[in-house]
């Protein structure tokens, strides 16, 4: 590695890494001021009605909370590939995903151009399929019109 590649190396390592953390001290702070909230509302007393909307609104936080500590979960393995240099490769071309994709996009594994020409041969696909089936039928109905003559 040359010394200019290896500044820009650590520079992207320092900004993913901050990127990361920051959004896992953000969860972190979410989850425990939701925790803090909840054995607050339980201990009022309500009656059946506002009992099962606290319910219900319990049961959205918990979701929300299991959610949010499987983001956690993700965010930490990130971190452990970033620590162990393989968080940010484009699975298919091995080149770095921009900061910026990963910034929007923590668990992006495609780079924008793979990305891309993905959708576009997923795309391209669907209309080749269209040509040979009416490639096939214009096959099948000139094979008809020499049989019939
Ligand atoms: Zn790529």
Known sequence: MTE??????????AILKSML????RDIQDRLRSRRETLPAQVAEVKDAEEQSVQD???DVELALMEMKSETLAQID???????AGVY?????C??????A???ALPFATLCLECQENEEEARASVRSQETRMTRGFATTLGSVKAEGEL
């Open 4 to 13: 200019h590649k290896q500044v820009a190396h650590q520079e992207r390592y």
């Open 21 to 24: 953390e920051d959004r896992r």
């Open 56 to 58: 219900f609104v319990q």
């Open 77 to 83: 393995e990130a971190i452990r590939r970033l620590e």
């Open 88 to 92: 940010g490769a484009c699975a298919n």
């Open 94 to 99: 091995g080149r770095e995903i921009a900061a």
């Open 101 to 103: 994709r990963l910034k």
